[in-house]
């Protein structure tokens, strides 16, 4: 049986004796959040100590595997057998512990240094646009991002997808085997592909429907849409793509759909976009909430705390604020154009 919703904040980049110290934990159980902690595999040994600490305080947990940078960081058809191990190993540790998590997140993304691309400080070939335009060649020539001829060999020649998205599928049955839930975050463009279709999921090899999770959050960061635009998108334009990315989404995944809002502070990179105040914020939950999506998840809790005070930040989260859109612009039509194109084009190739 399902678990009523409680909105989630990601926790990746808080040190954890910060996270276990009592007024963060205080903090938490005062507004009533769900934990989503990142487990990196050198975390798993004191992770049953933190569970403790966090059930003691009254915080639901939820789990967030995440493997070493060199390993991929985040889920992926290249990485589903590591990924897989360390999320049962996870679940164990906890099991053992007397400490199960609500529900484990299965962050699908391409491999980490193959997103470096979407900063505007790169070199130009490598910028947002020739990112974006480099994953659909690559998807026309059979490629994936991530590691290639050594997978080609490994495979025995069959589809790396296929092989990923089974391993991924077969953790996600595991999972919910031992009663925890099973959620995912993924690419915006993801929600892109209709039903039935996966022709975005297998560009970005991030495998979703296969899992059968109960809670698909779509990453909409409305700060990083502005901010690595480099001008091109401003923030009247990132909140009506806000608007319309969460209308897709719930229409693709209906009573499990979700938005991940943000960001406060910076993630993986160390130097994402980042909101100007808590207004911003505000707005965004507002529009998610209007537009029709109910579950939000906000990156991350090391922001909440490093932009302090952090009551305001998680008011804004908690409670929201009215919103108006706005009329639509020209940049945003002709963003929507690109991406239903590329979604049709996808689509026929299969």
């Given at each position: 049986m399902e678990r009523p919703w409680q909105?989630?904040?990601?926790?990746?980049?808080?040190?954890?004796?910060?996270?276990?110290?009592?007024?963060?934990?205080?903090?938490?159980?005062?507004?009533?959040?769900?934990?989503?902690?990142?487990?990196?595999?050198?975390?798993?040994?004191r992770l049953p100590d933190a569970a403790r600490a966090l059930r003691d305080a009254g915080v639901p947990l939820s789990i967030w595997p995440m493997l070493a940078d060199d390993a991929g960081r985040w889920a992926n058809m290249h990485n589903a057998r590591e990924f897989r191990a360390l999320a049962l190993g996870i679940c164990d540790a906890l099991d053992a512990a007397g400490v199960p998590p609500r529900d484990l997140l299965f962050d699908l993304e391409p491999f980490f240094f193959s997103t470096s691309g979407l900063r505007p400080d790169t070199p130009p070939q490598t910028r947002p646009s020739r990112f974006a335009l480099g994953a659909l060649r690559a998807r026309f020539r059979g490629r994936f991002w991530g590691p290639g001829p050594e997978e080609e060999a490994a495979s025995g020649g069959a589809g790396l997808y296929e092989l990923g998205a089974g391993e991924l599928g077969r953790a996600a049955g595991e999972v919910r085997a031992r009663g925890i839930g099973v959620s995912a975050a993924v690419w915006p463009l993801v929600a892109l592909d209709p039903e039935g279709g996966d022709g975005w999921q297998r560009t970005l090899g991030t495998p979703v429907d296969v899992l059968g999770a109960a809670h698909v959050s779509v990453m909409m960061y409305t700060s990083i849409l502005e901010g690595w635009s480099r001008g091109a998108v401003r923030r009247r334009d990132a909140r009506l793509l806000l608007a319309r990315a969460t209308a897709r989404t719930a229409r693709r995944w209906s009573a499990g759909a979700g938005m991940s809002l943000g960001c406060i502070g910076t993630g993986a990179f160390e130097d994402e976009p980042t909101y100007r105040d808590p207004s911003e914020l505000a707005e965004d939950v507002a529009i998610a909430r209007a537009a029709g999506c109910a579950r939000l998840s906000l990156f991350d809790l090391g922001g909440v705390l490093s932009r302090a005070p952090a009551e305001p930040w998680l008011e804004a989260f908690t409670a929201g604020a009215d919103a108006e859109v706005g009329p639509s612009s020209k940049r945003v039509h002709s963003a929507r154009i690109f991406a239903r194109a590329a979604t049709w084009a996808l689509g026929r190739r299969r």
């Open positions: 909105d989630r904040v990601y926790s990746e980049t808080l040190p954890w004796d910060e996270l276990l110290s009592v007024p963060t934990l205080a903090l938490l159980a005062r507004y009533r959040v769900e934990l989503v902690l990142a487990v990196r595999p050198w975390d798993v040994e």
